[in-house]
């Protein structure tokens, strides 16, 4: 309670005392059907009763709170009363469903500061490096949505110019405490992860069948594509539910030993998701944004042995092998550094791995390779059984040097089959068709020789084009790889689709430049489709 | 025209050949009444007939068309078809103002890829030094609306950790050549600018009236405050209108001299109006970005003799005169490199000038000391006459030495409150009222002693949070400066306000903590309050 002089100054009235108590003025909240992503978005009336609105700008942020809840949003402003009245809060989707009151709620609305760890973002900026404790208060406000997309783009700006092995591992821990934790009853947990970038790579779906059929504990947690035609979750969910539960994950693993999820629903490392959303956009890849983004949801996931794969070539994330070289140290210092055994294998990257780009496609090269038919994509099937060896080779009863031969002995014997069929049934049936887009065009070469490249960025956009990876069925098969010949005419790839306007611009997109390069004798440096 | 082979893939069906035109499906065009700021902002349905918003996620970025025009915006989506149908296109409503299109207009949309000069972006952020042209080519698209906010804030960081003496050069030509390019007739165009912070210091209402009295041109545009509770155009807005066009800017500076108008009106620098926003929340402050900021201002305005304020004290911008000297330096480097003749001079920015603090109330201070009232405020006074004599000094006709008592001899004989009663004619009337607010309260001293400090961002939020600057009349009146003396229970200020809610929360939080420091004789550290 607080005591002030209050005088009608200019107008002659006697001062009196009076009790002033700072209410707050609060409004009826509404939702606004808008989808507005990772931010959290408000919209007020520029008439609005409670508070003037004319002290904030469209984009500026606001702090709503009402009884114990608090969440910081970015303002948008209307003179429409039918979206948002003068006397009413509107809440887009995301926001109200993070905000988690029932509409007409009673909600007060002040100009935010921002968060308070932006101070160390700031002091980064300027080039000082940052202590344990202010990374972890980043990550704390990351993780709560107070962070606006230009904010969270100051902090990966920030710390993609340089960034110090201790910030890399407070960073890393930080992020991993912030979200589910899983723990395993198994003493040795394996997992596998790949760094990304090459089209059709779907060595998890085979890899993950055969260790968890010969024994080991392999909880498998993957993404959704973001830039690519499909992302690992994306694949298998054409075969069985992904969108698990934390408690229906670990339903799996103990019936099944393994499992192939989508990582996103179970909320391993819920910092890094909001960072990746930034991320990608802006197509930042630092090093150390990459180690502490993949190994904080590792040891999130109570991975104890872990191989990641570095593929190499001229279109990957990785285009030499020093550069492999820096990141696979770093991977190991950070894993060392929390007890995960960590494994560092680079592998050839210089085109896609199997026939199919796009999840349908892909799954069919995944189920070929399981179920033996001579036709199954060899590189899949060769890559599969060697990152499989690797990670066999951690049952410290198997002898040395055997993991390949075992490999090799579960996938021909079909207990990797065997083993997937049943994960798969332990996950669910998936909503979706394995169906391929029915619209398809042949990518003809044009001219004869040899394949000598092959740009796996082309061949994404024309797969994501053609409508992958919600488009299930959308995608390309390829016919041509790398030191494959080919006479002019003869089809390159094929491009599958259902919806005709996709179709047709993916393959006028292919036309244009399909992304192949092609040796011939009368074109020595190579010709371009 | 594109022929392809086209088969409906399992199916069964004859495969036959089609000709297929690479076709842009297209929406309808409505308005959105949404203030979204600086970001356009496109919605679509979920449920979009012409494209497959599943590609798109809230936030993602898209390329809008028609005819010819082509703008990018941020994609939000919705499911309410009375906000948007299905083969309809939203368009809040700075998004719609820059595309100046009617309603109704079709408009294809497609994925946007990011700017083209965000490369040179990410190479900065890489530790890359950048070209002009690439400096060239950001600036371009930033002052065209593409870059999203996240982006805007990539490259602020990026630049200010480093930034070259070439990049500096080329960032303030390239800003200064982006808006409105003002040309004058004389010879000798004088301005001055202060780089801020210091609440009260309205001396550019002092001095330019002096110097276009005593007959040089001073064309002075002004920022309206943006975390400030006023900036000079706020103020003077309290007297006249400021928003002029180009035109009427002319003409006014051809009936008096000069003028005091709001200069984003004018679009002087708009790349640069468009990183201030980014800066601003993100407090961001490097001294490179705050010179090419104002000399690609004054650039663009035609000044040919500038006069910068720097401000030094705790709570300034600047807290040393070595930081001083370094901003000094740079100033100079970059305004001969232009050609505009620049004098730096420091000043005492440990507290407010003048006793107002807000629009209504600062306005009273500025025509109190035009017209020698006796209690004018002295330091608002003696800084406008230093000011006004430095860029006197730049007439030839003016012997060496003269300009401090020509600046006094044109204000003491009423010359300059003349020539701001010409001005403020000219400019034409205001909507607003000079009154200040009605309801007031005084905040008095904890203990008895000397004042030694007071906190400008503890005055800043009090003012602010009491209506200012929107609210033309709400402020601060101080009553005690660094060095007076006061007693228990005597007042520091007065807080002004109209409005009850804003008026208690600002009286609560002076209360908390009035933002001084007291020394007495049995406090030698210092009291708050």
């Known amino acids: 309670m607080i005591w002030v002089n209050m005088t009608h100054g200019g107008t002659g009235i006697l001062p009196h005392m009076i009790e002033i108590k700072p209410t707050r003025h609060e409004l009826k909240s509404r939702r606004i059907n808008l989808d507005t992503g990772r931010e959290n978005v408000a919209v007020i009336s520029r008439r609005s009763t409670a508070l003037r609105p004319e002290v904030f700008r469209g ?3 606001v702090e709503l709170r009402s009884n114990s809840k608090v969440l910081l949003a970015t303002l ?28 007409g709620t009673y909600v007060s609305v002040t100009p935010a500061p921002s968060p308070a760890s932006l101070d160390a973002v700031r002091a980064k900026i300027q080039g ?13 406000d990351l993780t ?4 606006s997309d230009m904010e969270i783009a100051a902090f990966l700006v920030s710390s993609a110019g340089f960034m110090t092995s201790g910030e890399l591992l407070a960073l890393t821990r930080a992020m991993s405490k912030a ?9 040795v947990i394996v997992d596998k992860h790949c760094i990304g970038g090459i089209p059709g790579n779907r060595t998890s779906m085979i890899v993950v069948p055969i260790v968890a059929a010969h024994g080991l504990t392999i909880p498998k947690t993957s993404s959704r594509a973001i830039t690519s035609p499909a992302g690992t979750a994306d694949t298998m969910e054409v075969l069985a539910r992904v969108d698990l539960s934390v408690e229906a994950m670990k339903e799996v693993v103990a019936a099944c030993n393994g499992c192939l999820v989508w990582g996103g629903h179970v909320n391993l490392s819920p910092a890094d998701d909001i ?12 090093h150390e944004q990459m180690v502490a983004s993949i190994l904080s949801k590792k040891l999130a996931a109570g991975s104890t042995h872990l191989l990641i794969d570095l593929p190499i070539g001229p279109n990957a994330k990785l285009t030499s092998a020093s550069e492999a070289m820096r990141l696979r140290k770093l991977f190991e210092f950070v894993g060392d550094h929390f007890g995960i055994e960590t494994e560092v294998v680079t592998t050839d990257g210089r085109q896609p791995i199997g026939c199919g780009i796009g999840p349908a496609l892909e799954a069919q090269d995944v189920m070929a390779v399981l179920a033996n038919e001579p036709l199954a994509p060899r590189d899949l099937l060769e890559k599969s059984l060697r990152l499989a060896a690797h990670l066999l080779e951690r049952d410290p009863a198997l002898r040395g040097g055997a ?13 990797a089959l065997r083993q997937m069929q049943k994960i798969i049934e332990a996950q669910g049936p998936t909503p979706y068709r394995a169906e391929v887009g029915t619209l398809t065009a042949d990518i003809p070469a044009a001219v004869d020789g040899v394949v ?78």
């Open 179 to 187: 979200g589910t934790q899983l723990k395993w009853n198994a003493n």
């Open 144 to 147: 709560h949505f107070r962070y």
């Open 76 to 103: 948008l402003l209307t003179d429409d009363d039918s979206l948002v009245g003068p006397n009413e809060l509107g809440l887009a989707e995301p926001a109200f469903h993070r905000f988690a009151e029932p509409v």
């Open 403 to 415: 993991g390949y031969a075992r490999a090799r002995e579960l996938l021909e014997s079909g207990a």
């Open 275 to 286: 960072l990746i959303g930034v991320e990608r956009p802006l197509s930042l890849d630092a």
């Open 452 to 529: 000598s490249t092959i740009d796996c960025l082309r061949l994404n956009r024309v797969a994501r084009t053609a409508g992958a990876p919600l488009d299930k069925g959308a995608g390309i098969k390829l016919f041509r790889k790398i030191g494959d010949r080919v006479d002019q005419g003869e089809p390159l790839y094929r491009v599958h689709a259902f919806e005709p306007s996709q179709f047709e611009l993916a393959v006028a997109m292919a036309q244009n430049d399909p992304g192949y390069l092609i040796d011939g004798h009368d074109s020595p440096g190579g010709v371009r489709a």
């Open 59 to 61: 984009f500026s942020r």
């Open 128 to 140: 000082r490096t940052l202590g344990a404790s202010d990374i972890d208060a980043i990550v704390e």
